[in-house]
């Protein structure tokens, strides 16, 4: 299975709604999670089963989709929020996506 | 608290061999599946390997199959992961995970990392 996203990178600012896009090249079923990675830090799981929260992650971050199309949005943009986000399927092997930027 | 700590990273020559530790503390290293996840400097994630709870069932990317062999010890609460014929394109820094509580084949927590070079 082969992920894609879009945009490879964005820029925003704090307050903006954003939208990130992931697609499997295959039906996943809702097989897939949401990662956050700001630079020099370890990767940090934020939503799994396309749209379950993962705990302490917090409620401005949202997951939707099945099948082959996938969102991650963030509803208010927040300093913290500024990292590069990636998807990944977990139907079959664990394949990530290349990755989205947010950056100011 | 729990802690994930990957060790035995290093510089190896193409076609040599490394053996990568993970140890962990701060829950039941029994209960969950392990993983290692690897990024080459400045690129994006790549998972590399998965292993059950009890190590009977494990799975490989296609570009390491044959030449990686992933391990673990309960009573050590240790994960491996047994690097042979090891190839530029291997260098990276390897991150052991661990599934999910509900999910298991999700990475819900990250070690920082230990530093593979090949390079002769």
């Known amino acids: 299975i082969q992920m894609t996203q879009s945009p490879s990178s964005l820029s925003a600012s704090v307050g903006d709604r954003v939208t990130i896009t992931c697609r499997a090249s295959?039906?996943?079923?809702?097989?897939l999670a949401w990662y956050q990675q700001k630079p020099g830090i370890v990767p940090h799981l934020l939503i799994y089963?396309?749209?379950t929260l993962q705990s302490r992650v917090p409620s401005r971050f949202s997951g939707s989709g099945s099948g082959t199309d996938f969102t991650l949005t963030i509803s208010s943009l927040q300093p913290e929020d500024f990292a590069t986000y990636y998807c990944?399927?977990?139907?079959?092997?664990?394949?990530f996506g290349p990755g989205t930027k947010v950056d100011i | 608290e729990m802690q994930l700590v990957e060790s035995g990273g290093g510089l190896v020559q193409p076609g040599g061999s490394l053996r990568l530790s993970c140890a962990v503390s701060?829950?039941?290293?029994?209960?969950?599946?392990m993983h290692w996840v690897r990024q080459a400097p400045g690129k994006g994630l790549v998972w590399v390997s998965r292993?059950?709870?009890?190590?009977?069932?494990?799975m490989y990317a296609d570009s390491v199959k044959g030449r990686f062999t992933i391990s673990r010890d309960n009573a050590k609460k240790t994960l491996y992961l047994e690097m042979n014929s090891l190839r530029a394109e291997d260098t990276a820094l390897y991150y052991c995970?661990?599934?999910?509580?509900?999910?298991?084949?999700?990475?819900?927590?990250w070690g920082q990392g230990t530093l593979v070079t090949v390079s002769s």
């Open positions: 701060g829950f039941s290293f029994s209960s969950y599946w």
């Open positions: 990944q399927e977990y139907n079959s092997a664990l394949t």
């Open positions: 292993i059950n709870t009890d190590g009977s069932r494990t």
């Open positions: 089963a396309a749209s």
């Open positions: 295959q039906d996943i079923s809702n097989s």
């Open positions: 995970g661990r599934g999910g509580r509900i999910e298991q084949l999700v990475l819900a927590s």
